[in-house]
């Protein structure tokens, strides 16, 4: 579909539409639609763009993973809202792109590696089916030279259950996920509320600085987001 770029909500509807390809093209499922919805409610509250706590918690995300060996989890809405971003930080942060899918198909594991090779990615990881995390979904297929064996993973748009197992097998866990109200939110060391849009380029950006790693309160940084959001309500009345 063609959105006139003059539409005042055109930046969403361009992301909406990205959502709609990935799903013709195979890697992305039709829940994606969804989660993408329930992710965009939470941006709204957020006035759509990155507050200082998202990013502070960028930050403090590029020097943990910049400093440890590291992996970057992705999912079929990270394929088709950012693709070529997220290779660009793999190769910044030279960390692997591993892909982990809960409605996972031999067919939908294909098309993601595709869709990131054709974005410049020189490997991806998960195919291999190799190792395993203690969860009961399609999600506990991982690869040994990725999530099974690096410390620190990157997880955006997650569920929680995941989330829960990456820690129980002693990782540190960053999350990017508009929901701060979400267990994935809660339980992660670093959860970045911010739209993975935004918070992909601006990690690249922060990459560049080489940040050091200072420690990071994530309930503090949590409660930050969820003052913004309270406050653009009742600003709104
Ligand atoms: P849990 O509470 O267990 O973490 P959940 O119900 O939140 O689970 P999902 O629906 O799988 O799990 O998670 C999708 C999450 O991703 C939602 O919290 C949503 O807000 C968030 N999300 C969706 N789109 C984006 C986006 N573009 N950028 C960042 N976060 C997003
Ligand atoms: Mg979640």
């Given at each position: 579909m063609n959105i006139p770029k003059s539409h005042p909500?055109?930046?969403s509807l361009l992301y909406r539409e990205k959502i709609v390809e990935g799903i013709n093209r195979?890697?992305?499922?039709?829940?994606g639609l969804v989660a993408h919805g329930r992710g965009e409610a939470f941006d709204y509250l957020l006035g759509e763009k990155t507050s200082?706590?998202?990013?502070?918690?960028?930050?403090?995300?590029?020097?943990?993973?910049?400093?440890?060996?590291?992996?970057?989890?992705?999912?079929?809405?990270?394929a088709a809202l950012c693709a070529e971003e997220y290779v660009t930080l793999s190769k910044v942060l030279n960390a692997p792109i591993e892909v982990n899918l809960f409605y996972r198909t031999p067919e939908r594991m294909k098309a993601m590696?595709?869709?990131f090779?054709?974005?410049?990615?020189?490997?991806?990881?998960?195919l291999a089916e190799d190792a395993e995390?203690?969860?009961?979904?399609?999600?506990?297929?991982?690869?040994?030279?990725g999530i099974y064996s690096r410390e620190t993973v990157l997880v955006p748009l997650e569920d929680g259950d995941r989330t829960e197992a990456l820690k129980r097998m002693g990782k540190f866990v960053i999350a990017i996920d508009l929901n701060p109200l979400s267990r994935t939110?809660?339980?992660?060391?670093?959860?970045?509320?911010?739209?993975?849009?935004?918070a992909?380029?601006?990690?690249v950006e922060l990459a560049k600085k080489k940040p050091r790693w200072r420690g990071f309160d994530n309930a503090a940084n949590l409660a930050g987001s969820m003052a913004i959001m309270q406050q653009n309500l009742s600003n709104s009345q």
């Open positions: 909500r055109y930046k195979g890697y992305t499922s039709q829940v200082s706590y998202a990013h502070a918690a960028c930050e403090a995300a590029v020097a943990k993973l910049m400093s440890t060996r590291s992996v970057l989890s992705a999912n079929g809405n990270v590696e595709k869709r090779l054709e974005a410049g990615a020189e490997e991806v990881l998960g995390i203690q969860i009961e979904s399609e999600r506990r297929k991982v690869d040994s030279r939110a809660k339980k992660a060391d670093i959860t970045i509320v911010d739209n993975i849009v935004r992909v380029p601006l990690m």
